[in-house]
């Protein structure tokens, strides 16, 4: 099902997800969807492997904990999740060099924290990696010491931003 895309989420510096300057780094996008649930996508390289022609299990858990995390700005833009637990279950490799996308969503919220769940989907459609959080409501001053203008923190748009996801 395609749904429309309503914003793009700002990206980094140095973010090991999200930084678009961090050489290592996975350097997804994030989407927030009409229908309320946030996508990344990202294209893993052969440097975030662990067995040949697959992607690293912590890679997974790590970009699936930060679109469930970064979903709560879809409603609380100052907000921030600060993970407190992760459940990750592998269901099928996850290839590198390839597009990925992981869609996450709040299932639960109370003033201090809330849950979400999620999935990495591969390119066939199919789901290879689940996960379920709890995650701590914050803002950035609470966390770190966050400058947005040095941590380069904005909207980067790019030719190859999707006006609609199919999930």
Same mark, same amino acid.
Do not use: K, V, W
């Given at each position: 099902m395609k749904h429309k895309v309503r914003k793009k989420h700002q990206n980094s510096k140095l973010c090991f997800v999200c930084g678009l300057k961090n050489n290592f780094g996975i350097k997804a996008g994030f989407y927030e969807l009409e229908n309320n649930e946030l996508v990344a996508t990202?294209?893993?390289?052969?440097?975030?492997?662990?067995?040949? &022609? *697959?992607?690293?299990?912590?890679?997974?858990?790590?970009?699936?904990?930060?679109?469930? &995390? *970064?979903?709560?700005?879809?409603?609380?833009d100052e907000i921030w999740g600060v993970t407190v637990e992760l459940n990750v279950k592998f269901k099928k490799p996850v290839p590198y060099d390839v597009e990925l996308k992981v869609v996450g969503r709040i299932t639960e919220q109370n003033k201090r924290f809330f849950f979400g769940t999620g999935e990495l989907i591969l390119p066939d459609g199919s789901v290879a990696v689940t996960a379920t959080g709890k995650y701590i409501k914050l803002p950035i001053e609470k966390i770190a010491d966050f400058d947005h203008k040095e941590q380069e923190w904005r909207v980067i748009s790019m030719e190859s931003d999707p006006e609609e996801i199919e999930i």
């Open positions: 990202f294209t893993p390289c052969e440097m975030h492997q662990s067995y040949p &022609g *697959r992607l690293h299990g912590g890679i997974a858990s790590a970009i699936l904990d930060e679109t469930i &995390g *970064r979903a709560i700005m879809i409603e609380h």
